[in-house]
Structures are given as C-alpha cells and as structure tokens.
C-alpha cells in the first residue's frame, strides 16, 4: 500500500544524508559564524562538502549534476537543508539561485542553459532576480512595474530603479523584470532580461540594511541606467513576464517554506533540549505546563507546515493549478516558523536573547518571510477571492 | 506519477456521491430539524436514502455491508458527510458507532462479529461506548478508571458510574470498560464487555443536558449496579481494555476530526455565499479586508487541519506508532474547526446568531470537540512529553 | 491623595451590597432557571429584592427613584450586577430599558418624562429600541436606514421592517428610529418616536430564534404598517435621531460592558472554584501548568477590560468625545469576555459543557456581544479611521 | 468633578514638554544613530539638552533636583519619553537607574544617599543592578540566588556569578544581590550591597551579545571574586535584600511598561503615517481593510496597556498590595508592546524590515521584555495562584 506522504526511497536516502551533512559539517559553521556567511570563499568550501557528501543540488536535473527531485521529494531533503541557516547554501538550493535555476530550466534557451544554468547549477556562479521595487513600483501589487525596457538596434535599453534584490551584489547575473508594454497598473507587458554582471548600466547603490542578514550577498537596492542588452538577452518571450514570474513564483514560495520550517525544527530542537535539562523551581523546565504547551504548540505548527508544503508540492508536481495552495503554505509557514521561533526563544529564557543561541538570530530571520514574497495580507486577499470565486462557479453550475 | 495526497479513484467517486447525497437529501431534512434528529424512525429514513445513494457505511468492510475504505481514503468520503451535521448519521459513519464498530471489526470473535457488528454496520442497530466517569473517575486520565468488574460463576459483575455516555438511550448494546485489576491510578487491568440493553442491572439515570445536541441519542450518566454479564461478553482480553481503548481512539479521533472538519467547510460556504451578495458601507462584504481576512484565515484552517489528517491517516494505515500524529491532528482540528465556525458566525453579523441559518447550531456542536475525546491540555501534554522523549533518543544514539 | 480608579465612598458601598444581593438571591434564581428568565411576575419579584436591599436602579436620577451614579461609579455597580445574567435585570439596569431610561432622561420633555421614563425607571413597565433592520437596511451602517416616517394630519405615520429588537414582547412601548429626510445610505434626518404597545400599527411578527436567551424578552422581528402616532410622540427634534442615538449608544456601549465583564468575572470564579478542587494525574487542577495559564489570561483579560471601561467612562463623564474610547472598550470587551467564557468552561473540561454549570449558557449568551451594538469589524474600522485622522491633524499643525 | 484617569496640571504639562522635547531633539539623535547610544559624551549631552527643556528626571525628588512624580504621573510623563528608545535616557530615567534612584531613595542611609543617590540622580554617574545569575541561579526564581556575601572583619566579601547585569560597563557603582543566610532554593538571607566601580573583586567578564542593543551600556557577565567591600556597603538591612528586591521590582516593572509603550506609539505612529501615504492596489494603505485591522488592533492593545498601567500605579501609589496588578500589567505591556511594533513593521511592508526605518530595531529591543523582569510565563503563575488563595480566602469567609 503505498501512501505517498512520505518521500520516495531516494529522497529519503537523500534526507537522511543532508540531515547528517547539515548537522555534523554546516551547524558548527554557522555557529562560528553568526548564522551570517559573508566570504565566497566560505561558501565554496561548504558547497564542496556538500558535493562530497553526496547532497549537492537536490533539486537540479541530473543533466546539470543534481538528484532531480520533484517538488515532493524536495520537501523532505530541503526541510533537513534548512536545519541551519547555511545548509540550502551549502546545498546550493538557497534563495534566490534555486528559483533562478528552476526558472532556467524552464524557460531558457539551450544556449542560455549553457551560459548560465551550468555554472549556476554548480555553484560556480551566483544570481539574482530584480523584479521589487520601491513604492510606488512593484512590490505587493505586481503590475506596479515601473522599470522599463524599450528596444534599441541589437537589443533592449533598460532603465529602472530595483530594491531588496537579494544576492545582487557578487552574482555573476541578474535576471531583470522590465516593462515592454501597457503601463503601471495595468497587467500585461513585462519581459525579463538576462544582465551580466559588469554591464556599466547596472550598479549596486547601496546595501539595504535589513533585519535579516544571513541571505548570501544581502539585499541590494540597484539603478538601471540606460543598461543596454542584446535580444538574446530575452529570457522567454517578450510581454510574457508576469506569467514567468508565476512559473518561478509557485515553486520558490514552496521551497521558502520548506527551508524555513528546517529553522523550525532547530528552533524547537535548541528550546527542547534546554527545557529537558533546565531546573526551575524544583521541576524540568520540560516539566512544567506553560513550556510543554509551547513545545507542544510548536510540533503541532511545524506539523500542519509540513501538510501544507506537501499539498502545495502535490499540485505543483501534477501540474494543475497551484496558486491556491502555495498561497496558503506559504501564508501559514511564515506565520507559523515565526510563532515556533518565538515560542523557542521565549522557552529559553535570558539564554535565548543573547548570542549564546543563535535564536534571536533566527528571530530576525525569518521575521521577513511574513513580508518577502508576497506579505501574508496579499497572500490572504488572493485567497480569499479564490475562494469566492470558487464558490460563485460552483453555485452557477 | 503517483501523489498520494489525493483519494484514490472509488474513494474520489464515493466522495463526490456522497458530496451531492449530502447537499441534495441530508442538509434539507438537518435544515428543517435545526441539526437536531431526535427520532428513530427519520434516522432510519435518511440511511436508506444513503443506501440508496449507494454511500452507506464507507469505512465498513464489503463482508458488512460496507466499502471497505481505509483511513486515508475515508477523510475524503468523511469530509463530505460531515458538511450536513446528519451526513454522518445518514451514512452510519457517526460517533460513537463507527468507532465501535472498528473496534469489532478488529477484535470481536466471529460471533461476536455476527451478534453486534452486523446488525450495527447495517444499521439495524445503534450502540454505545462507556468509559468516561464523572470526576475523580476515567476522564482526561483513563487510568483514574474505578467502574470495577468481578468474576462470578459464569461469568462478570460490572458496578461503577459512567457520564458522557454517548448515544446510550436507544443503543441496542453497550461496550463497557471496567477494571479487573490495578487500582485507580494504574493503568493496568481494564476488560471491555459487551452489555446487552435490557440488562437490569445497566440503568441510564439521567440525559445530561450539554451545549451540543446533535449526537444521536445525547449523552447519558450511567449506573451499573450489579450489572451481571456471561463469560462470551468479554470483548478480546481479559485486562487487556486499556490497549484496546487505544486501537479504538487513534482512528476514531481522526474520523472526528474528518466529520468536524466537514462542518467547517459548510460554514465557510455560509459565510461566503453571504459575503458574497451582502451589501455594506457601498461594497460587497466579500470585497472589504476584514470580511477578507476571516474568509482567508478559514482556508487555511481547512487546508491544515485536511493536511494533519492525512498525515495521522498514513500513519494509521501504514500500521506504525499513530498516537502522535493523531493527537496533532486532534488538537489542531478541534480549535480549527472552532475558530472556522467562528469567524463564518462574525461574518453573518447579527445573521449568524439567529436560527435562520444553523451557525449558532454548529458553534455549540464544535465547541465540545475541543473536549471531548482529550481536552486539548491533555493532547498538548503528551505531545509535548512524546517531543522531549523523541530527542532524547535522537541525543543518546 | 486621590486616585480615581476607585469608585467613590458611596458607589463602593453600594457595589458591594449589590455583590451580596446578587449572590444571595439573584444566583440562584439563575441556576434553578438555567439563567434564562421568561415570566413577567419572576421579574417583579427580583426587582421587588433588589428594591429591598437598597440595590435597584443605580443609575438612574434619584428624582426618579434611583442612585444617580455617574458612568464611572456605574462601572463599579454594574460589574457586580453582570456576576449573574439576571443581575441586571433585578436591578433594573439591563438592556436595553437602562440605555432608554439614559436617552429618555438627557433628551425627553418633562411630560414624556412623567408618561414613559418614571414607569419605566421604576420597573412599572420594560420598553425596547427599535433602530435595527434586516439587510440591507440599517445594522451596521446606520445610515442605511429603510424605515420611513411622513408627517399625517396631527402626527406621523410609520411603516418599515425592523429585527433583533431586544425585549419587544412585553414592552409597554417603543423608541422607534425612522427616517424622516434623506435616503438610505444618507446620514441626515431621522426621527426617534415614542410608540404605545397597542398602537394597531406596530406588529411583532416573529420572536427570532437566538443563539442567546437570556436578555428579557427576546429579539423581536417587527413590522410598522401604516403606524400613526401623535405630534407629541416625537422624542427630541425631528432629523436629530442618528445624533440621538450617538447620545444613547456611547454609555450603552460602556454598560454593556461593564455587565458582561460581570459574568465574565463569574466564570473564572466557577473555573478557579472547579480547578482548585479537581485532581488530575495526581495534582490540583489549579497546579497544572496549562490551567495556570488560562486563569491568568482571564484575569490579566478582566483587569485590561475593566481599565478599558474606565477610561471610556472618564471621556463620558468629562462630556468630551467619547465615540474613540466607547469603541475600544467595546471591541476589546466583546472579544475579552469571550476569551474568558471560553477557557473558563475549557478548564471544566466535559463539566464545562454540562448544563450542570451555567458556563455553555454564558457562552451562548455573550457571543453575540461580538455582534450587537456594532460588530467587531464596523469599530475597528472607525477606530483606525479616527486613529488616522488623529495622526493627519496633528501633522498638519 | 474628578475623574483621575488624567494627569494632575503640572504632570499634564511636563507630559506635553517631554512629547516636544523627545520628537524635535531626540529623535533625530536616535534616528542618527539606529536607536543605540554608545558614547558617554552623548549620553550627556542629551541630558543637558533635556534639563535645559526641563524634562530632567521626573520621578526624582525635588531634593535632588526632579520633578518629584508619584507613579501615576510618571506613566503619562514616561510614555512620552519612551516614544524614543534615547528618551529615557535623556531624561535620565532610563532601566536600571531610574530604579535604582526609587530604591536608594526608598532604603538607603542618608550618608549613602548623597554619595550614590545625588550623582546618579543629576546624571553624574550610572549605575547597576547585579542580581540576576546563569542557570542555575537567581533568574525566573529569584530563591535560586547563589552568590555568596560572607562576613569578613570590617565588612564582607562577596563571591559569585552574575549575568544579564545592564548597564553595568561605565557604571559608578552597582548594587549587588547575594546571599547572607540560607541555601539556594530557600527565600531568606539576601542582602544588597552597594559595591564601587574599582573594586578589584568586581569584574566584567564579558559583554553579552544579544538581540536588543539600546539599554546603555549592554547586558555583562560579572564575576565576583574575593569582593571585599566596608560595613556601610551594606544597602538596607542584612538578610532583607529580597523584600527590597521587591520593593525595586514592582515600581520599576510599572516603568518598564511606560517606556515601551512609548515605543509602541512611535511604532504605531510610523505605520500610521505609511499607511497614510502609500497607494497599494488602487488605494490609500489605510483604507484597505486588513491595515485598518491592524491600526485598529494596535490602538486597543496602547489603550489597554495604557489602563492596567494606570491600575498599577493605582496600587502603588496607595501603598498598598500591589504585586498582582504590576504582574498583570508587565505581562500585558510586553505582549502588546511586541504585538504592537510586530503589526507596524508588517504594515511598512519590506521598508519596515529595512534599516531606513527603525521598526526593526524596536522589535529587537521589545522582544527580551517578555523575559526580563520576569518571564510573561513566571509572571503569569503568580498571577494564577494569587487567584486561587483570592478565592479560597473568599469562600472561607
């Protein structure tokens, strides 16, 4: 009888293995370090581990040297990856490479696979994705894309102004959303461009200083300055942008969610431990009531995480409609690895504010994913309206 | 390829039958009734219309009558008969029947099989499940049991204090739980018997009144007082009750949570239809954020208590360790479905609390839930204690 | 030194008789009626009591017969009264006659004074407020008012649809809103009417079925036909209603409040009496952790609920704008009192839910409060509009 | 007529000074500096800007150059100067010296009041509070205390542990908790000491890093080793530290609250004023349904913060019990304060994580209030065992 909760035999292999990478090689780099990687060099050292232990790029095809697991699969190995806040770069599935190169795989050409799937997909290069923009450009609202690409002789001119672009600063390219037609407010016309790296017409300005920090080479907000790029610089087809951006939207809110419900589990398991070992007041702090209730809480939050992902992944890998689902995964994840960190952190006490743990770390790093891609207020409206349409359908038939 | 998140193919066709049975046949008769069947007679009525409808006793194997559905499949099949408070009743998959009849089915002899089981899975018959005792008896703590039962010639005499009984008035039998052994305290010692109605010394003495009214039968306070039983109305092993209880309550929590969940998706269709033609402030209540919200905060309720579900099911099935899975699924499902009917009463303003829609009906049916079958205190409890357990192990190895 | 967070030497006093009165003789009239009232004569009886114990009509001017608090030494009195569901009653001060009295005392003339508030102050008589009206007409937009009022020789004639009109049956008269200028949906010009039982024009065409039964005299659905009144039942200045209304809706708002913070305060009582004598795995109930929890999240609820009223009652008191702090209370109150019914009964476990506690009555009977008198939704909304145009005006300066 | 919910006159002015003083001077200090002060030489130059404003130390006696507030006073005087995370210090009423003043004030000799009390007061010099210890010592349990005064010939020596002790690097001198009687687990023997920066036996081990910043001169690791320190160190009498423990911990609780509240109004304010400006999906931020919840919720949990802070300072002002109000309110601020600056950030979108505004910076200085000063989870089993002896002690009577 085969009830498919529960990964394939080779993912689960694969699970086992990252679990065990992550603990043994990834925590002690992390707890060395903050939580925050900040040299490239250390990332590749990590990265080749990886590779040694037999857990590199999970979720790329096996032409591009990954295990190519299906959404499913990738739930189980990614939750172990994100056990540390190093393991998805470790495993080269962190944000926002992992989106880029499902995205790739998707739609590029199989020249811009070799230009720039290969190296990406085997942590010779690094990437970004420049879609958000500061108000009144796109952020929440999509079709505020103010950023635009017009055609010139050979190519496209881009100009535009980008911020929270994750990763920007070191990447070997970007991958730019740029309006081709209709205007801000309005739907249709956006197309994205592949930009190296170096092209004079797109500069970092600055660093964002964000809350978070341990995403490899932070948030960067960027001007696009008269960045002229040739027509194989399209990535898909022109106008078809906003539909692209679904196609890498889907996955990477499921796979957010899996790697931070591995921070979950951390959380739960530093707080645990210290409960099971803290005297108070003449009893195991695992003893006393109000702790088990937030350990309880948090099992039962990582839980119904857990089923969401994989109902989410379950309509991503059948193909079907999956916006739904990944809205609601990734609305209810984010709240819910915030309370299980919080709830950790309050577990232990004075311990837990301080370095000594790394929670209050993981406090200010998952506290974005409420508001990154999509903040749970926009994810709530589209369901919601999901679910009334629904409803009107069904009461029309 | 092969995600088992979904019913399989009879399941997926029972559930929509029964979807359509449900809407077209049971929610009239719930409607006209205010939830609340009190006679035999229409019990008897709305199960033959099921058995017409081809959906009667779902989770019953063929041998009885039934379609032989396991756990995972019946969640598909529950939920739908859980959209009319009588689906369940109409179906003969209501508590405390189905959980009885499971139990038979697992460890009944084959006379015994023939006696109680059939005529229960058909219909023929309802039955009981005595275990719970006013305080300090069996309640959240099954060990605290004091009914006692002694051997006398040919047989057992059963004497003790049960309440919350239910669906005792009109059941046909009782399965009863008493101790042969320990003290109350202990867990060891409890014996199940099967006690016939009629039996002079088993006496309801009175209908608890309780803020839900909608279990078929209600909820009865028992006395035996010299309740004397044959030897053959042992139901599996002397002593061995405790570890049947538990083979009885993990699939019987999760079908609880099915038939409630059912409940949830109704009240959100209520509240829906309502926002949806509701006029106020100069837009339809389903445009304004707040309503938004509730409607948004309800689908993910739904969608991570069906996840936790499935996930106890797969466990159930696959036969291994289910007591944490199910308590996770139990204590989540009970204040999800709550907090679903809620928000859908809040949303029908002074609508909701009136009996032209049965929202009030279904608030004080759900609010038990979080109660009965373990106060959620009690699941956080163990589950918390199972955490603890389950990382010491990981540590020691 | 003078701090005013405690009531005055004779608001003290008399708050503490009627926590006697209430103990003594209301309670167990509630228990031995399941806390809902239904015959006129029992009424008379308890406000005969209350009269006795020197308790009856705190709130009204002592012209008429009573103590003449002001809205702070109210809050004091009328939490006492809440302690039971009839509290209220026997002293005169429930809803919705003590809002009329309130009205009927700032806005009557002296002879309508003499005709509808002595009787009414003195329990000769109860009355109701018939304003709200079926959708789409006026609830939580008031404005929206369908009701219709035109001059006829020597008077008015009313028609419209009212619903939920707490205590209609039985009231020896009306206060009825309809509009006298405008169209629905506009806010100027209605008209409040003083209408006699009798008048043939004014029918109750059904008592609606409620989720709560305990406010005397149920809700009433009601029809004005061709209702004719004399010039003289004009309460107040033709178009000035909706501004009336304000005057009666604010210290409504607060009074309600402050009566069911009152069985708000009972029901923690019941739990924390339950949880100090049950034993449970081998402790008090009242030692377990997840217990503790839910009687200090009551009681931390109570205190913020009651400091809450008492800071609407000082913008009461001190005449200036009240609508932002009447809200607030409102809100936090209606959602407070809930919680604390809730884990109260929660802490009874399967008694919680018996009738043989009142805990599941006190359920039904305040989640409406969530609704009437404006749900939570419609003053949230008008909260952070104020909170808005607070922050834009001081801006501006 | 009184209604003291209100400041007195002179409170009410020094409140709307402090409110200017701290938007058009310290603010834009604090927003210069990302909310943490590391300099001492700013330190004073706030506090001569805040004297020449004539907002220096509210709460100190006249005689040593305050205001001379009582606790209600001060809360509506300390919400103002809270509104910046520099503001307390400013005002040089600031944890842990404000507290510290309340106690030297309280117990201290006249001889030690000049030496230690008139220089911390004019903001000559800091100070600190060492009495909290690593696990397993004084945290949550205060009984747990380890450190160790002996009686040496002419005074004490002093050896021991502690953590956690803010302000402690810079400070002039600290008051130390150590034990004088008894063991570890007992509540007798503490006694306070008031030991001189310098002091051989006293060091500063480390500087813990943690998630908040902004309390001057961080959280340090001090080791007491060989502490030798004259008779006329000794603060109070021997052997009562812990009642004096307490006579510092309830005032100094209450003006937590106050601070942080100023906080969550800075933080609501800054949301507000987003809100206001910034169009999303066609509308004004504030006008969306979802934002206006929040808003709305931010402005109920100030209110209420605002009254069981007021109720506290009822109680202490009157002398009398007091520690169940201040539990109450501590408990309470430091959940709403968090939930307050947590809606706010969510509110502001990506911007509210960025370091363009301080939101982020608030939540990290907001979360270890629900641990320091008592974890909301210690706090909250007083609270319900102060209950249950409430009730026990009524129905005795």
Redesign the interface.
Known sequence: ??????PGPVAAELARRTARFVRDTVVPVEEANGGVLRSDDERRELQAAARAAGVFAPHVASEFGGHGL?M?DRAFVFEEAGYSLLGPLALNCAAPDEGNMHMLEAIATPAQKEQYLRPLATGGTRSCFAM?EP??GA???ASALTTKAVRVPGGWRIDGHK??ITGADGAGFAIVMARTSGAP?EAGGATMFLVDAGNPGMKIVRH?????ESLFGG?AEMVFDNCVVPDDAVLGEVDEGFAYARVRLGPARATHCMRWLGIARRA??IA??R??T?????SRL?E??????M??????DI??A???I??A??DL??GGPSGH?TS?AK??CAEAVWRVVDRS??IC????????VLL?RF??EV??F???DG???T???T???R??RR??AE?AR
């Open positions: 009888m085969a009830v498919d909760l529960t299906d499913r958000t108000a009144p952020g929440s609202d911020w929270f407010g964002i200083e964000t809350l978070d948030h739960q398991d645990v431990r409960a099971s803290r005297e108070l007041f003449g695992a006393l009531g109000m702790a088990q209730q350990i309880a809480d948090n099992e039962i839980a119904a857990h089923g969401l994989l109902q992944c379950a890998d059948l689902s609601i609305t209810f952190l309050q006490g004075a311990l837990g504010v301080s370095g000594d209050g406090l200010r506290r974005p409420r508001i990154y903040p749970s207020e994810h709530r409206w369901i919601a309206r679910v009334v409803l009107d009461d």
